[in-house]
């Protein structure tokens, strides 16, 4: 329930709702067979989202969050952040494509980043509640 509340907020802090939203956890494998197939790329990542909506001008989000578990453990390790932290950054990440944050250049990395941070805060706050 804690979850499905952050996101929910997540969401709401831009100006979206959430509608049908799926986390799919899968293998390192899994995801790099997604990555070539959909997006034809031939290397391994730690999440591929995909937007669902009919009219991508709307602010009711609905997607599927592919997470490759193998990754996200290894960037935990590799970043001191632990499996559990980095995991939540991953599933902020995934919701903030779907309501329009993009990562493609230095800028909006850096603004991804922010937005990730920021919702790790909430979801900080919201355990303390």
Known sequence: MLFKKWLKQLAEGSGHTVGNLNYIFCSDAYLLEMNR??????????????????????????????????????????????????????????????TGYDDGTKAEQKRMREAENAALALLDALREQ
């Open 37 to 98: 197939q959909y997006l034809g790329h031939d290397y391994y990542t730690d999440i591929i989202t995909f937007d669902s909506r009919e009219n991508p001008d709307s602010k009711k989000v609905d997607g599927d969050v592919f997470i490759s578990v193998d990754t996200v453990r290894a960037n935990g390790e590799e970043y001191g952040e632990g499996f559990e932290r980095e995991l939540h950054r991953v599933m902020a990440h995934g919701l903030l494509h779907l």
